[in-house]
């Protein structure tokens, strides 16, 4: 992944894209990376759906266990002086 800090991606934008189409592209601010540009094609395969939440959970080996339990911590808390 090649790295392009902000004002050079800025500056370059039309290559930056091209270069986007074979390979993510790091865009950094700062020294740190803040955002990531990848092609259409990459971005919709990352972006399926994957299914819903009540399908994860009805794929989950815990699914339709009667009795499982779960305990609960007794503690207060802690204590702290105002």
Do not use: C, N
């Amino acid at each position: 992944m090649q790295t392009w800090q902000m004002q050079e991606a800025k500056a370059q934008l039309s290559e930056l894209v091209k270069r986007a189409r074979s390979q993510p592209q790091d865009i950094t601010l700062h020294g740190k990376s803040v955002a990531v540009v990848v092609s259409r094609e990459a971005f919709d395969r990352l972006s399926q759906s994957q299914g819903s939440l009540v399908e994860f959970m009805r794929h989950s080996p815990l699914y339709g266990a009667d009795e499982l339990v779960f305990e609960r911590e007794q503690s207060l808390g802690r204590d702290i002086e105002l």
